[in-house]
């Protein structure tokens, strides 16, 4: 049964729910391909094959950057006879290529870098496609992660084709690389063609996640490339859940050839709306190549990979910890902090549950020390997107922020403390606490006075607005669930007269039927949001 209240459609959960996960496929024939390949020592005669090649490849490059300076690579295009050896280190460094079985299979023309100074392929799902620059002939540069330029041998290749370097959780590091690339973009073909991975980490291929905006901030036209391998046994994908480094080494090896697929598309052209904001530019392009892909686009971003490492530390599965984190922060306003700091309670709530990764209504009322009712289960639902009866961290990021965080607004909070407030004297006292717990809950009054202490941190005998506010800002879930008694309050009078003559009435153990959000009547609009309200109606 759908939700009884409106979604916002555009927090939907995607339709590729991980993209960083791969697991590696290893049926019994290709065990045996692997058994004879390395008895034969194939993988190693080709690792010396290559690695010779690539050794060549160093020394003519070394030869090309003798007495440059840092400063002189990093500002200056290389000419004359260094960038004539270009031609000599591409030849090595495709040979070192073909030596690890790899055929490049190319569709389309390149386009001239005066028409399109920058290259743009996706999906990027591993360390093997940097082999895609060899595929020009002008020796392309790359933006490349700082920590990969004093990689022996492979750094100097870096240095050669003077790739940008950046330090990714540095902001200005980020920033400083903006700025060069667009120096070295518009200047009308002085520099060689940047060659970008613009989604900035591996996923499985499933989907086209977040594009990054750095190639698409000059404003200039881009030609799309898109990256297939086509082989029935995939050994190349590189993902942050799956096979190592080494695994895929030694099985691509042990492979006769791996073919690599890449389709040069026509070069797209920015409307001046396009270049006004990158970030329309690149999920443009981006919906280009993932039509030709015939895959859909999710809104993850390497933040998520971020979050997936702090799931692990937080007693989640590693999957568990994506959330598309560009989704929220464009719809929800969420920082990387937040979503960070949402994990740590989330974490700590699932483990008092049995279902590992997700809370149901049972562990939620334990959590926020109440009994399963009928307002708990309307608040539950409301966090329980997709109806399934379990809240995950996703769902339960969207609902603090949609459901719970505006419920912390005083006007909020002081609506629900004059529900509480029946006299109107100014404070509430554990009487009349536990009078409306009672009645609307149905809770025992043990339990409304265990909850009562909870809240009176002054151990004063009665509640202040002070002390209402206090508990929204350390639990929002209770102020979501104040102001939804204030909603009932006064959109059901009825049901909450019969509520109250069903006071007496013994209370019934959790059954199944009581622990399922959709069993239970049609509830209340949730608290009224300005976020939730504005982004109903854009989407």
Known sequence: ????????????????????????????????????????????????????????????????????????????????????????????????????????????????????????????????????????????????????????????????????????????????????????????????????????????????????????????????????????????????????????????????????????????????????????????VRSVMAEALNVPVTDHTFEDCRLMEHAAKANLKLGDGLVEFRKMQKKLGLSYEDIHSLMGKFGDISQLSDIEGRVDLKTFAKYMDLPVSETLSQLFSMYDRDGSGNIDFREYVIGMSLISEPARADDSIRLAFKLFDKDGDGYVSQSEFADLLMNILITEKEEADALFEKLDSSQSGKLTFEDFKACAADMPEYAALFTTYYSQEHSSDSSLLERRSSRDVPRTKLSSDSANPQATPSPVPPPTSPTDGTKAKSE
């Open 1 to 284: 049964m759908p939700p009884p209240f409106l979604r916002t459609r555009s927090l939907f959960a995607p339709k590729v729910a991980n993209p960083f996960i791969y697991h590696l496929k290893f049926p019994w024939y290709r065990k045996i391909q692997v058994a004879i390949a390395t008895v034969l020592l194939i993988p190693v005669i080709r690792v010396i094959l290559s690695v010779f090649c690539f050794l060549m490849a160093w020394v003519f490059g070394s030869i090309s950057l003798a007495g440059l300076s840092p400063e002189t690579l990093a500002t200056v295009p290389l000419s004359g006879w260094r960038r004539n050896i270009h031609s000599v280190v591409l030849f090595w460094c495709r040979a070192s290529y073909f030596m690890f079985g790899f055929h490049r299979r190319i569709i389309g023309e390149v386009a001239d870098r005066k028409d399109a100074p920058t290259i743009v392929l996706a999906p990027h799902s591993s360390f093997f496609d940097v082999g895609c620059g060899l595929a020009l002939d002008d020796v392309p540069y790359a933006v490349s992660r700082a920590e990969n330029m004093s990689i022996p041998l492979v750094g100097i290749v870096f240095r050669l084709t003077q790739t940008v370097a950046v330090v990714r959780r540095d902001k200005a590091s980020r920033q400083k690389v903006i700025d060069e690339l667009k120096t070295r973009v518009q200047s009308e073909g002085v520099w060689p063609q940047l060659i970008l991975f613009p989604e900035g980490t591996t996923t499985n291929r499933q989907a086209l996640i977040t594009f990054k905006p750095g190639a698409f901030i000059p404003g200039m036209p881009v030609q799309p490339v898109v990256i297939r391998y086509p082989d029935a046994w995939d050994t190349v994908t590189w993902a942050w859940e799956g096979a190592g480094v080494g695994v895929l080494f030694w099985l691509t090896l042990c492979k006769l050839w791996t073919t690599i697929e890449m389709e040069f598309l026509p070069v797209y052209t920015p409307s001046e709306a396009e270049r006004e904001n990158a970030y329309l530019y690149a999920d443009n």
